[in-house]
């Protein structure tokens, strides 16, 4: 059974840090890229970040470019997300995502909330 456990959400104030971490369980984690995704109320999912299987690559939603960093390690089967000066417009439910040749993997989310 494929499980992806997010954690790392929470309330912080504008220019603050979060980071997010969700850990994956059931698929061979080191083949397959990850991303992050986030969703904030009455607009679409948006890209925030994705990295290569091994971590040699990361590509970031214009949005955060210069202030998140996606990292993974494979030996925890973890992807991480580091947020600093957080805005109140990152404001959303943050999603870990990747895609096998088997399926499409979303977490079950974890809410940011930038407010002061």
């Known amino acids: 059974q494929v499980q992806f456990v997010e954690s790392g959400g929470g309330l912080v104030q504008p220019g603050g840090s979060l980071t997010l971490s969700c850990a994956v369980s059931g698929i061979s984690f080191n083949l397959y890229p990850m991303g992050w995704y986030r969703q904030a109320p009455g607009k679409q999912r948006e890209l925030v970040a994705t990295?290569?299987?091994?971590?040699?690559?990361?590509n970031y939603g214009d949005a955060v470019k210069g202030r998140f960093t996606i990292s993974r390690d494979n030996a925890k089967n973890t992807v991480y997300l580091q947020m600093n000066c957080l805005k109140p417009e990152d404001t959303a439910v943050y999603y870990c995502?990747?895609?096998?040749?088997?399926?499409?993997?979303w977490g079950q989310g974890t809410q940011v909330t930038v407010s002061s």
């Open positions: 995502h990747t895609v096998t040749q088997y399926s499409t993997y």
């Open positions: 990295i290569s299987s091994l971590g040699s690559t990361t």
